[in-house]
């Protein structure tokens, strides 16, 4: 059994100089582990699996085998980045596979929330699967895990482990940030020279965008959630708002309601905007968004995104409302 506590001599890596001197150590750790056998890693693009990603890539190179699944649940841009950072950038041995079809048609008239969530899970192990049983030789397993994720005291319900997969596709893992917190992973990730917008960016869901259209899933409204996603983190980020809140995101709710758009009377959904502030995510307050960048981010979405015709936005804390709609 691997030793899961943190060791208590182990100094909190504040600064480059620290994450560096973690960086060199991991690296040797790394290659006397893996020596010339390949390594496996579901590299979704979050903080914690790109880290693991340009960690191994600085230690075994092209032996690190990286499958990044699009499950058609991303937002808008994720699986560019992942492409051009790590196999244009960082020249890695990268699989991209566009499962989004596959994905959909698998939600399509899924509506209970956690039945999505079941549906989504088993249909990323078994690409997974599929991915790893056309590659030979692979030996290892690496994953993203963090320190919160074995102590289980985070409530946020991390996507780490490929956990799931048949017996005959045991590896042995590989989890170079078991030791970490969050804040440690990201002054890890910008030394190893990770994208600002990619090391601190907000949490994401797992299921993705998944549950935030809400209901079953249609390609059309998911659309709309991926848009409006986008136009948020644009107008946040101009705003200066988007280091200040720790999770914003839309929500697409599966009704509509009538509207008025060029002279005539309109049938479309709203958008729901949520801003919120956390600790740990347990409870949640409402960050108080400047008037005029909800009229901003409304007008934009109102006008560039397809089938919408209102934003709302969401000043329910937690609790009563969870973070997520579903
Ligand atoms: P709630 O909605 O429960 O969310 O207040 C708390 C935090 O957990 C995230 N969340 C998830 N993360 N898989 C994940 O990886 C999930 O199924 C899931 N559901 C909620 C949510 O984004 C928030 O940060």
């Known amino acids: 059994m691997a030793n899961n506590v943190r060791p208590e001599t182990m100094e909190r ?8 001197a973690f960086i060199d150590e991991q690296i040797t750790a790394l290659r006397k582990q893996i020596g010339t056998k390949k390594v496996l890693l579901a590299l979704s693009g ?22 990044h699944v699009n499950h058609g649940l991303l937002r808008k841009g994720e699986p560019e980045q992942v492409i051009k950072v790590f196999r244009d950038e960082m020249n890695a041995n990268l699989i991209y596979v566009d499962a989004v079809d596959r994905f959909l048609d698998k939600l399509a008239g899924v509506a209970e929330p956690e039945m999505k969530r079941k549906v989504i899970g088993a249909e990323f192990i078994r690409v997974f699967e599929e991915e790893a049983r056309k590659l030979d030789g692979i030996e290892f397993l690496a994953q993203g895990t963090i320190y919160p994720d074995i102590l289980e005291s985070g409530p946020v319900k991390a996507h780490h482990n490929v956990g799931g997969l048949p017996e005959d596709l045991k590896f042995e893992l590989v989890e170079p940030l078991k030791f970490l917190f969050k ?28 549950v935030r259209c809400t209901g079953a899933i249609t390609r059309d409204r998911l659309e709309a959630v991926r848009e409006s996603d986008a ?14 809140v720790w999770q914003y995101f839309t929500i697409v709710p599966d009704y509509k309601s009538t509207g008025v758009k060029d002279g005539k009377r309109s049938y479309e959904w709203p958008v729901v905007l949520r801003a919120v502030n956390t600790k740990d995510a347990m409870s ?18 109102i006008t560039e995104v397809k089938g919408v015709n209102r934003v709302l936005y969401d000043i329910t804390p937690k609790p009563t409302g969870t973070i997520e709609w579903e």
Do not use: H, W
């Not at 890596?13 to 560096?20: C, D, G, S, V, Y």
């Not at 979050?46 to 690190?64: E, F, H, N, R, T």
């Not at 409402?286 to 409304?298: F, G, Q, R, S, W």
């Open 183 to 210: 804040d440690e992973v990201r002054v890890v990730g910008k030394t190893l020279g990770l994208p600002d917008n990619m090391v601190y960016r907000q949490p994401f869901p797992g299921p993705g965008l998944g």
């Open 284 to 301: 949640a307050t409402i960050e108080e968004i400047p008037y005029d960048v909800l009229k901003k981010i409304t007008s934009r979405i």
């Open 231 to 244: 136009i948020v983190r644009d107008e946040f980020a101009n705003a200066g708002l988007a280091s200040k």
């Open 13 to 20: 890596i504040t600064t480059q100089e620290l994450a560096q």
């Open 46 to 67: 979050g903080v914690d699996s790109s880290v693991v990603a340009a960690l191994l890539i600085k230690a075994v190179g092209k032996q690190l085998v990286c499958v």
